[in-house]
């Protein structure tokens, strides 16, 4: 398998958190690959006709995207760890992980308003807003149970590490002590530690 692969991309490190934690990370081979809100990616374009990363090439030539099928794709191969199979316990991982793709979104057009556009075109009305919608989402994570190991609970943590790499000054965990808490165990987790963002 081939993946289109970005060590700052919080979407890609959940791809590889789930492949560790399945123990399927070596039989991905990881293709660096740039992408700007900007700029086409004329190589990506011709797999992915979204020009995003992840994108994964299975064995058998077929790509797929984005992260939540990659990763249920990566589990069904293992057997079915991380994503529940059926009732209540795969919808509550479904609803996290949905809860923390969408506070991801939000955080990275906020970076791409920081760190792509001109200073002197930045809207700040826009990444306040950006900003309001990834802390009630935070806010609600709080509330989430996120015992166990799922798709949910590694896309939280996944989370929690971008705004750490991103915005270090956010202050979430004097907002949100129990989330604190729970990141500190998943934090150090192998699978965590060998995925993390390349640092500065």
Not at 18 to 46: F, K, Q, W, Y
Not at 93 to 122: M, N, S, V
Request: aromatic share 8%; with cysteine.
């Amino acid at each position: 398998m081939k993946l289109r692969h970005n060590p700052a991309s919080p979407f890609v490190r959940k791809v590889m958190v789930c492949a560790h934690e399945l123990g399927l990370a070596g039989r991905i081979e990881l293709l660096n690959t740039a992408v700007s809100p900007v700029e086409a990616n004329a190589t990506l374009a011709d797999e992915n006709p979204l020009m995003k990363i992840p994108a994964l090439v299975t064995d058998d030539g077929e790509v797929l995207f984005d992260s939540p099928v990659i990763c249920e794709y990566l589990d069904s191969l293992a057997g079915g760890k991380l994503f529940p199979a059926s009732g209540k316990a795969r919808w509550t991982a479904l609803r996290q992980q949905a809860l923390g793709d969408g506070i991801l979104d939000a955080l990275i057009l906020c970076r791409y308003e920081i760190a792509a556009r001109p200073e002197e075109k930045r809207f700040d009305g826009w990444t306040e807003g950006q900003m309001k919608k990834a802390h009630q989402g935070l806010a609600a994570l709080e509330q989430e149970d996120l015992s166990g190991r799922t798709i949910g609970t590694v896309t939280a943590g996944c989370t929690l590490g971008y705004l750490d790499f991103r915005f270090p000054n956010d202050g979430w965990r004097t907002r949100h002590p129990k989330l604190a808490e729970w990141y500190k165990g998943v934090e150090a987790l192998p699978s965590m530690q060998a995925t993390k963002p390349p640092a500065g």
